[in-house]
């Protein structure tokens, strides 16, 4: 069993304890004889404890437990638990996960009352039918049991209706026989509106990827139940790369044993967890058999900058082979694989807001998966741009969208062609003649309470100047 962490448990910390529904004892049956092998015995005593616990809650009246308003058992720690099982708190924890994991227990966590709290759901175990036909859990219990042990167990819950009659008939009564034909005119007509998602298909039907088979080796689901998160599941294949048998590993490991439901959160965590970081080598390895290393394919800075500075050539077999390895690595490599290559060659790493600009962009379907490599290239190496930024890769994406870029190559020609367009403006910028701004100004005109002004302040100028030669003569007589 893989080990659990233990160190977030604290067994002075209450608990409220409830189940989604009554728990009988065929119940518990089952629990002993077909989830004990792989609980172990502290997981199932521990989940009897509850069972019974649970059942008597309404007579709960001591120092350690009450009952609630809503019918809930109350607890005022775990010590009560640890107590009467003679188990350590990791035991308690590492039993609590056990049952967790199957999916006969929930937990949460919360605040009741102002204090931190545990609220704790019992679940009922499967049907023995069910359980049989669940994969992964009849799987550990062959796992553990032996052959043998596993048939006698599933001989043991087989339907008891003994064996056939000779020349036996049905003799059962039908449903019209007994209740007839319902006035069904009458009724009412109600119409109830379907909000389930419409899968879109054809979206992925140029994906080479075989759904089908990925689907038969997923375990814990039906391909029904996948089939409503195709679009989700399709677009980490894309993101990922993956092949048909990692992806099946990868949806197996987050599949909920209760209602067989995809865990998109745990789907999408085991994802970034597992291959984020890793690059499969085997790959690049047959990618690039000529190069000495796998990730020469998007390295090579200054020759592939040339590459995308430069038109194709026959005479210059350096940018040609650089531009190459540039669309053999586009065209090979998932986005996650491509922009690991760059960062690793950056001594960088991937961040989360990285993979969910990446995953937008497949989402979006407006680009193939090509040309984001691209697209990621020119951000990440071409300027020189430590990580993605969501405007700058959204403002490129609608533009080549806009220029119907449809592959690696046509990426290229339009950043080619952008560059040739703004060093075609610079030229133009420094070609145009200077002009004598100050000698081709047209003179500025005065507003006319400014004149008026100018021609006050002359005439009193005018005045006292008489009036100082007056003055003059006037001082000379004397």
Known sequence: MVEQQTTDFQASKPFVLGAKSSISAADLGLVFNLYLPFLGPKAYALYQFLVEEEAGADGMQSSVSIAGADGRASFSDHYLILDSLSMSAPDLVRAKQALEAVSLLKSYKGVLMGKETYRYVLNRPLSAADFFKEDLLSGLLYHYVGEDRYLALAKRYQGRTGQPLNEEQDQSASFLKVFGMPEANQKPAVSLQDDSPVIKKEDWNKVNFAWAGMCELVHGT????????????????????????????ALTRSINLDDHELNKQGFLSYLSQNWNGQRRTEQMADLKKEEAGAAEGVAAKRETKAANKQPVSTSNPDVNKALKRLYDAANSLSPIDFIGQIKEQNRGYVTNGEVRILNDLIDHKTLPVPAINI????????????????????????????????????????????????????????????????????????????????????????????????MKKYKTKD
């Open 222 to 249: 039906t391909k029904d139940k996948l089939e409503q998160e195709k679009d989700l599941i399709m677009a980490q294949q894309v993101l990922y790369g993956l092949n048909e048998s990692e992806m099946a590993t």
């Open 375 to 470: 697209l990621v290239y020119q951000v990440l190496v071409n300027m020189d741009q430590a990580d993605l930024k969501r405007s700058l890769v959204d403002a490129i994406a609608n533009s080549w969208s806009k220029a119907g870029v449809k592959s690696a190559e046509d990426a290229v020609a339009a950043i080619k062609a952008h560059q040739e367009k703004s060093a075609q403006g610079k030229q133009n910028a420094r070609q145009a003649p200077r002009r004598n701004n100050w000698s081709n100004r047209a003179q500025k005109q005065e507003p006319a309470f400014a004149k008026n002004e100018q021609k006050q302040d002359n005439v009193d100028q005018q005045a006292v100047k008489q009036a100082l030669d007056m």
